[in-house]
């Protein structure tokens, strides 16, 4: 991978800026968790695991400024730094997964020194796992892609979604890594355009054939029998109920692809699975307004107009043919068996 998304660097935290994508490549290094907060909300880097890593590695950040004072107060200070990080974004589990995560090894700490080396070991584990889990997931999923396939996804759950190598382009990676000839329709995810302005980017910088089209046009290709499988990233997915939380424009595209008998199959890792919440309980972040009223600098609809932006749909479970994590192809419904595991049962 010739770019990376987020990194560790010399006691900062490195991010790529995605709002700036494809135009230009420009990185941040910020300093404080305030900075780290802002660029998780802004969206300079966004994609459930990708937050994820960005947010342990804002903690880190926070506790390697914490000189001196009791281990209580460096607690206190911490659990602060992961509340601001825990509002950011409501919908994607990987935050609050990797912040639990990082806060559980802050509070098994018996000095100040031990929570800053291990808040940093921590982050950076789980920035190291989230790729190899991609790279299972890929090879997992590489299995239901053939040769010759033509495959639809959503939004961006590439590269710079991740930690690298990516979910749903990841499983399409390691297809072609395995020789198979994929082509690749990339719809263009409005508001925030992360289809046009980033996986078509990514895949095009692998060489990938890639072709764009705009969310409407989706259902008409794929009746036109143009794609053989569709396969997206995900948010969130309920354990519970095998409901698929993504980037809004994923339901419809299941529909579609129900109604046209295509595969549509969701990649990610056990990190974003709850294995707690039914859909009801799941909080769907509605973003500016200002997404939907303009197109980059132009304004697209009267002034007073008034508009809903959430960013997420939920799908569910009967239109999802197969979800894929670093642990295997599961159906829906396998989930349960998960979260049997999950609770040591
Ligand atoms: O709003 P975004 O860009 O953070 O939404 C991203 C998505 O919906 C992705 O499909 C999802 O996070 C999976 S990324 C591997």
Not at 17 to 44: F, G, S
Not at 187 to 193: A, D, I, K, M, Y
Not at 261 to 271: G, K, L, Q, R, Y
Request: glycine residues 8%; aromatic residues 6%.
């Amino acid at each position: 991978m010739s770019f990376r998304t987020v990194y560790w660097s010399r006691g900062s935290v490195v991010l790529l800026d995605q709002r700036l994508l494809p135009h230009r490549v420009r990185y941040l290094r910020l300093t404080t968790v305030r900075q780290v907060a802002r660029a998780i909300k802004d969206m300079a880097v966004r994609g459930a695991p990708a937050i994820g890593v960005t947010a342990a590695l804002g903690l880190a950040l926070e506790a390697s400024k914490i000189r001196g004072g009791s281990v209580g107060e460096a607690l206190r200070r911490m659990e602060k730094a992961a509340e601001l990080l825990r509002s950011t974004r409501p919908t994607a589990v990987n935050l609050f997964w990797a912040i639990d995560r990082v806060m559980r090894v802050a509070r098994s700490c018996g000095s100040v020194r031990e929570l800053r080396e291990k808040v940093l070991d921590e982050a950076l584990r789980i920035l190291e796992e989230d790729l190899e889990m991609n790279k299972s997931i890929g090879r997992n999923g590489a299995k239901l892609i053939e040769d010759g396939d033509t495959i639809l996804t959503h939004c961006n759950a590439g590269a710079l979604a991740t930690a690298g190598y990516g979910t749903a382009l990841g499983v399409i990676r390691a297809a072609v890594e395995e020789g198979k000839r994929v082509r690749v329709y990339a719809s263009e995810t409005r508001p925030r355009l992360q289809g046009a302005r980033l996986t078509v980017w990514e895949l095009m910088r692998d060489g990938i054939p890639v072709k764009l089209i705009t969310d409407n046009m989706a259902a008409f290709l794929m009746q036109r029998g143009e794609v053989d499988k569709v396969v997206v990233g995900a948010d969130r997915i309920l354990a519970k109920t095998g409901h698929v939380i993504n980037k809004i424009g994923t339901l419809s595209h299941a529909i579609a692809a129900k109604r046209f008998e295509i595969p549509f199959m969701v990649a990610a890792p056990t990190s974003t699975i709850d294995f707690e919440r039914t859909p009801e309980e799941v909080e769907i972040e509605e973003r500016d307004p200002r997404e939907v009223l303009y197109v980059g600098r132009e304004r697209i609809a009267p002034r007073g107009v008034e508009v809903w932006n959430p960013a997420f749909d939920i799908t569910p479970p009967d239109l999802v043919t197969y979800i894929i994590t670093e642990k295997g192809v599961h159906r829906p419904w396998e989930l349960e068996g998960l979260l049997a595991k999950h609770r040591g049962e």
